[in-house]
């Protein structure tokens, strides 16, 4: 697999950088994950927008306009076409490499930049019956306050994943002190109850996905289904009818066991095909 560094292109095992980038001593940079289906890109536009905010939220140089960026990371992805169908690009931006390891931000000193591609599985099939279930445990949101920025120092997210999968669960799902549901350790999530689909409002406890984003446009603009932005207790997130996360990996997938207990009657829903259709056809 060919990776990208800072205007280099090379053999992703080959690729170094230095113990004193920040990005290794600090967590201090900002991070992208883009899909790519048989060369096309979903979200594109809105992940290059997100990483270009993030950097200018902890001042970290941006040396690309959004269409650089476009064209550098499709390239990428025609470079390593052979690597298969479908691909995600891990884009990583670090502040860069200091003389000592000293906490201001330095000046002049460079950004590292950092792309790989990556193979990610087929979408799943629109089929309630064939589609990958998943099952989540619950546990109190203890990372930062700051979770709309996607920060490379993922230590907080790493914990509560791997409260989930030690437990033999795929996921982590998030609650805050007053037990309002945030989002999971790697996606966000919706509840559906009555029909109406809802997720937590966009702020400072939650990462802005993106497919979250295209869900709720795509959802909107069609117009058949009841969907909203708001508060959500725990106490309605276990007592929902269904329950999907959302990420550039996993799209919507829908989970069917929470803590041990069935979501809804324990079987895919059929909302989250109605919401899987509309999103599908309208992601690229
Ligand atoms: N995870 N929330 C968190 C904490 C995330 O890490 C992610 C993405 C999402 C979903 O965002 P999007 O729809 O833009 O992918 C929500 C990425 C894929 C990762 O770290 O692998």
Redesign the pocket.
Known sequence: SISYLNGEYQPLAEARISPLDRGFLFGDGI???I?YYGGKSV?LM??IN?MINGLAAIEIKNSHTAEEWKTLLDDLVERNADMGENL?V?VHISRGTDVKRYHPYPENVEPTIFCFCFGIKDPEPLDRSAVTQYSLVSTEDL?WQR?HI?STA?LG?VMHFQEGYSTGADEALLYNANNELT??????VFVVKDGKISTPIQDNQ?????????ILDSLKSDGNLDVEERIITMDEVRNADELWI?????EIAPVTKLDGQPVGNGEVGEIWEQAFKVYTASKF
């Open positions: 991070y992208e994950v899909p979200g809105p992940h997100r995600g891990y990372r979770c996607k993922l997210n989002e999971g350790s790697s996606c966000n939650i990462l802005p996905g993106i497919t979250r984003r295209i959302t990420s550039s990996s996993k």
